[in-house]
């Protein structure tokens, strides 16, 4: 489920982690949030030994990453 406009799932933030809802699994780092365009730079994460690409993608396709609680 993409990110609601309501209050109820917190808002993507740099250095948050998200999924995405267009890929199967995978745990993405965000980069930095453009409002104007309605996009997001991600990253792979955890990092690869040569580091991970990042790339675009609209702020529809995030998800919050699920936690399990302790």
Do not use: K, N
């Amino acid at each position: 489920m993409p990110y609601p406009s309501s209050h109820s799932a917190p808002a993507p933030h740099p250095g948050g982690f998200v999924q995405l809802c267009s890929r199967q699994g995978g745990t993405y780092q965000v980069i930095s949030i453009d409002e104007e365009t309605h996009s997001c730079w991600v990253r792979r994460w955890p990092l690869t030994r040569h580091g991970s690409p990042a790339f675009s993608v609209a702020l529809p396709d995030l998800r919050p990453l699920q936690t399990t609680g302790r």
